[in-house]
């Protein structure tokens, strides 16, 4: 499952995101919905301009790419775990976090995030960085 984060490297070109994205089958990465949709905001705050038309057009080429992984009900599910326990040790950690790390959660997957150390705070979640660290992981991403 990629993180907002990690897509926003990849529509920006960054050497080791694209390779290691280039190298995963296209059946095991995944976006998360809540991440679609954070990237939306982004582009949609940007001022029109050709660099804006340009991160447009990368996203809707990742888009016809990478299959999304829809909000669910074991998603919510995972939702509502993930967030209770949370705030049961007085972690806070965003909404749209949670709701990202929830669909790795519910689809055994890997989320793959440059926020390592913050996503680590939820219980049973796999994180990797693309852009620090390359372990080979046979698991749904």
């Not at 994205?21 to 998360?32: A, G, I, N, Q, Y």
């Not at 949609?44 to 909000?71: N, Q």
Request: net charge positive; proline share 6%; hydrophobic share 40%.
């Amino acid at each position: 499952m990629l993180d907002t984060n990690t897509l926003s490297f990849a529509l920006a070109g960054d050497p080791a995101v694209c390779r290691r994205m280039l190298s995963e089958s296209r059946t095991d990465v995944r976006l998360p919905q809540p991440a679609a949709a954070e990237i939306e905001y982004g582009l949609a705050r940007l001022p029109a301009s050709r660099k804006r038309d340009r991160l447009i057009e990368r996203f809707h080429v990742f888009l016809a790419e990478i299959p999304r992984m829809a909000w669910t009900d074991a998603v919510s599910r995972a939702f509502g775990a993930a967030k209770a326990d949370l705030e049961r040790r007085g972690v806070r950690i965003e909404d749209f976090d949670v709701a990202i790390a929830a669909h790795a959660l519910a689809g055994d997957g890997t989320l793959v995030s440059d926020n390592v150390d913050h996503m680590r705070r939820i219980p049973g979640l796999r994180v990797e960085n693309w852009r620090r660290h390359n372990p080979e992981t046979p698991r749904r991403r």
